[in-house]
C-alpha cells in the first residue's frame, strides 16, 4: 500500500470520519414523513453537517489551504481543497444510494489528489497525480482503468437527453456526477458527457479519470489534439471517456 501518501490517506479518513454521518441520515430519509419540505429540511441539514465537519478537518490539519465549498469563490495563487459535500442531493432526498462526498487538492491552479466516497455503499475512489487510480478495498485496492471500447454505438454514456441517445447503446441521467465520472475510471460507464456544474462536481472526478488512463475535454473546445483542463473546470462543460471514445463522442456533439 506504498502508493497511498500520507497527504491521500489524511483526505480519506478525514471524508470517512464526516460521510459517517450522511449514512445515518441515510437510513433515516424513508422514516421522514413523505412531505417535500421535510425531506428538504432534512437533506439541508446534513449537507450543512457535513460542509461543516470537512471545513473543521480539513483546516485543522491543513491550516494553510483554503477550504472552498460548493460554488464558493476560490483563493488565487493559493492551494485549496475543492469540496462537494452531498453531490446527488436529490437522490439522497429520495433514498437513492447513488451520492456521494468528493473532495479536490487543487495546488497552482492543478488537482492534484482527489477522493470520491459513496458513504451508502461505502465505496471510496482515490487518485493522485501521476501515481494512477484506484477503488478501496478491505485487504487490497483495486487499481483501476477506463474502458476499451472504441465505438458510440457500443458505449454506455452517463448523460441527460443528447444527440448521443440515437448514436450510443444506452443514455444514463444518473443524478451525481462525480461518481459517474468514478464509474468512467472504473471503466463501467464508458463516457461521461454534462453541462453547467460547478468545479466542485468535477474536479476529482477528472483526476480520476485521468489517473485511470482516460481522456477529458471541454464540450465545446474546437481543437481535440490536446485536453483544456483548466476550460473544464472554468465552463463546468465535460466529456469523460477513454482516448479513443472521446473525440468520437465530441464529434457527435459539435457537428
Same mark, same amino acid.
Given at each position: 500500500?506504498?502508493?497511498?501518501?500520507?497527504?491521500?490517506?489524511?483526505?480519506?479518513?478525514?471524508?470517512?470520519?464526516?460521510?459517517?454521518? %450522511?449514512?445515518?441520515?441515510?437510513?433515516?430519509?424513508?422514516?421522514?414523513?413523505?412531505?417535500?419540505?421535510?425531506?428538504?429540511?432534512?437533506?439541508?441539514?446534513?449537507?450543512?453537517?457535513?460542509?461543516?465537519?470537512?471545513?473543521?478537518?480539513?483546516?485543522?490539519?491543513?491550516?494553510?489551504?483554503?477550504?472552498?465549498?460548493?460554488?464558493?469563490?476560490?483563493?488565487?495563487?493559493?492551494?485549496?481543497?475543492?469540496?462537494?459535500?452531498?453531490?446527488?442531493?436529490?437522490?439522497?432526498?429520495?433514498?437513492?444510494?447513488?451520492?456521494?462526498?468528493?473532495?479536490?487538492?487543487?495546488?497552482?491552479?492543478?488537482?492534484?489528489?482527489?477522493?470520491?466516497?459513496?458513504?451508502?455503499?461505502?465505496?471510496?475512489?482515490?487518485?493522485?497525480?501521476?501515481?494512477?487510480?484506484?477503488?478501496?478495498?478491505?485487504?487490497?485496492?483495486?487499481? %483501476?482503468?477506463?474502458?476499451?471500447?472504441?465505438?458510440?454505438?457500443?458505449?454506455?454514456?452517463?448523460?441527460?437527453?443528447?444527440?448521443?441517445?440515437?448514436?450510443?447503446?444506452?443514455?444514463?441521467?444518473?443524478?451525481?456526477?462525480?461518481?459517474?465520472?468514478?464509474?468512467?475510471?472504473?471503466?463501467? %460507464?464508458?463516457?461521461?458527457?454534462?453541462?453547467?456544474?460547478?468545479?466542485?462536481?468535477?474536479?476529482?472526478?477528472?483526476?480520476?479519470?485521468?489517473?485511470?488512463?482516460?481522456?477529458?475535454?471541454?464540450?465545446?473546445?474546437?481543437?481535440?489534439?490536446?485536453?483544456?483542463?483548466?476550460?473544464?473546470?472554468?465552463?463546468?462543460?465535460?466529456?469523460?471517456?477513454?482516448?479513443?471514445?472521446?473525440?468520437?463522442?465530441?464529434?457527435? %456533439?459539435?457537428?
Amino acid at each position: 500500500m506504498s502508493y497511498i501518501s500520507t497527504n491521500l490517506n489524511f483526505l480519506m479518513t478525514a471524508v470517512k470520519k464526516v460521510a459517517n454521518s %450522511l449514512s445515518r441520515d441515510f437510513s433515516e430519509i424513508e422514516q421522514l414523513q413523505s412531505s417535500l419540505r421535510g425531506h428538504q429540511e432534512f437533506a439541508k441539514a446534513a449537507y450543512e453537517r457535513v460542509s461543516k465537519g470537512l471545513r473543521a478537518e480539513l483546516q485543522k490539519s491543513r491550516p494553510n489551504y483554503a477550504v472552498v465549498i460548493g460554488a464558493e469563490d476560490v483563493p488565487v495563487k493559493a492551494p485549496y481543497f475543492l469540496v462537494s459535500p452531498l453531490d446527488g442531493l436529490l437522490n439522497f432526498m429520495h433514498g437513492i444510494p447513488y451520492f456521494a462526498v468528493s473532495l479536490a487538492v487543487v495546488e497552482n491552479d492543478v488537482v492534484t489528489a482527489a477522493v470520491i466516497y459513496n458513504p451508502a455503499t461505502s465505496d471510496m475512489y482515490f487518485a493522485e497525480k501521476g501515481k494512477g487510480t484506484f477503488k478501496e478495498g478491505y485487504r487490497n485496492h483495486e487499481r %483501476l482503468r477506463v474502458s476499451s471500447r472504441k465505438e458510440v454505438v457500443d458505449a454506455l454514456i452517463g448523460a441527460k437527453d443528447t444527440a448521443l441517445q440515437y448514436s450510443a447503446a444506452g443514455i444514463r441521467a444518473n443524478g451525481c456526477l462525480s461518481l459517474d465520472l468514478a464509474y468512467v475510471a472504473s471503466g463501467k %460507464l464508458d463516457a461521461v458527457v454534462s453541462t453547467e456544474n460547478t468545479p466542485d462536481m468535477i474536479a476529482a472526478g477528472m483526476l480520476l479519470v485521468k489517473e485511470a488512463g482516460g481522456s477529458v475535454y471541454e464540450l465545446n473546445q474546437k481543437d481535440i489534439r490536446s485536453e483544456d483542463l483548466a476550460s473544464v473546470l472554468a465552463s463546468g462543460n465535460i466529456i469523460a471517456a477513454n482516448a479513443i471514445l472521446g473525440p468520437k463522442v465530441h464529434k457527435l %456533439l459539435n457537428k
